[in-house]
DNA sequence: CTGTTAGCGCTTTCAA
DNA sequence: TTGAAAGCGCTAACAG
């Protein structure tokens, strides 16, 4: 119904109300210093006539902001990054704030925009997973605080949040080498990916700190999605002297990878017996329901982005107190549940 | 570096490039009417000062917009959802649109809050998938153009785009029945939703064209998340009778319908084979590798956002032309694919 | 307790 | 081609 034709200002109200615009801001602010009554004409009338106050202008006067938090991701599409930015949203939400999300699609040029066009419309704050270790466009501007989540860049000084991904890696690993596997594939996306490399770098001191080797064959990183990380786990099974475990460093590359070894099996031309187990940085739904044992690395996406969303807000709410203090870095732990045959 | 006290305005970048506010207005907006030179100051300027127009205040002007899209869903670490405000963002960032993302959690008064904030925030349009059937703040108010998502809502006149979630719940179903299946279970989220009720009767249906009953004891809605999904499978396996295949309405019904049956197989009680097959609406990763048999309802959320985004944009740039025919509806096809033992 | 004035950053309109 | 003025909707600061 009754698409209106102009938008409604406080004028309106305040004429509704016979009042000024001026009482009627006041009531919207919560009231002080207005009568009572006056209060409840004024509301009827906000009720009435269907009005809500316009965020953009009230965020032009100085000192108010804008409520707003920026948010870039590279793939809203892949659970981690949906359930941390589900975090984000909640913590950001309890204080009244909303989050504008962009998708940069692990595309730095994106990022670069995004983050333009956020600070244009005066996010209060930025918390972005940043998608390449170069940042001229970080290090450059930004005028509001900044969080780094998942990813740190280096040169880049801000707050942020990651997991230990190293020590995770190291610990699933070593849990692998010690059950008596001597080779062990990995499965990675792009190497340049802060995640990536410090994962690889657990994958292979656990192997060092037991004196063994890493076969290069074994390992084959550039995998973004499930697909080609089911083509990369086709060949590391097609090699002479296969893996008999896979360490996986993300969901992705672990879905693929199970989604390989299912094509495999459901051909006949192999059992599951004589499938590679997995090792999954990343839990997933069911993963303890697959064909082969699958051993996860688990952690709470939803908990780092209520985290990043707090290291935020205590910057924006903290006032110069928390201001002050050098750039806090948090690294969430990270659980190995470990599954056999 | 470089946290700016002040934020910069036009009139800084004016003073910087030795020219007026208006003619570094004119160079941003495209440069018409600004000789080449001056424009290539200006921009010097710009880049040299790291400055980027206020959209907030851009916006207040009439006839500009704010080029903010409003997005609700109910869950955003729901794959589903996720998927789809991808696509959503995907085609709004076509046209240099942001998303506003907010979580709905299936609550209707956050959902209010959202909406009014929403257009606070001056959105062009909203996208949202409606948590509840009463409609009064939908039908309230919007001075935007709204498409609902998903779900519709009985009384509210808006472009929207759905499921085909009875003919595909018949589908599937006449498929388990044709297949000889006589106790089917149906686990469902809350009856009163749009899709739920939809695809219960779709399952209903394609028992009455066949002359057969469904036995309400079977049927199990109001599980929300994959844990109460869970408790729900369980008392369905615990019956006398129990089914011989079940109907999941959803994702999180499947997901929590199938972690159940695992913990059953891990104790050893019973076989897969004594297990019932499953029917989800909904497809999800590596469906093909459970224990059981899941047969899947396959659809393309992304491609739904796409569309939602779709008929927005087509109302917000199509200009008075779209907005003249009536409100549009569009049912997404879904594919059943059966799996059996 | 209430109203008036002024100005946030930007751009449309009009004048030079 | 450029600039000056005015005002979008809102609210601090200052009257009254």
Redesign the interface.
Known sequence: ????ER?LTVKDVAEAAGVSPMTVSRTLAGGQNVRPDVQERVRAAVREL?Y??????R??RPGQS?G?VGVAIT???N?YY??F??GV??EA?LTGR??????TGEDPEREDQLL??F????VEGLIIVPTTTTADHL?????VPLVLASRVVPGVEADHVVLADCAGAEEGTGALLDAGHRRIGFLGNLPGIFTSSRRLRGFERAHELRGLSVDPALISTGQQD?ETAAVAMGRLLALADPPTAVFCANNRNA?GA??EI?RIL?SGERTAAEMPELMSFDD???S????VPVSVIRHDA?EMGRRAARLLLDRLDGGGDSASHGYRSIELPVEVVRRTR
């Open positions: 119904m009754g698409r209106a938008r269907g809500h106050r316009n965020e953009n202008a965020s032009l804008s707003l793939n809203i599409s659970p949906s359930t930015a589900l949203e909640e939400a909303r989050i504008l999300l962009g998708n333009r066009d600070l244009g419309r005066r290090r450059g501007a930004p005028d499930t879905i199970m989604a299912g459901a997933f739904e069911l303890e329901l697959m064909p939803r």
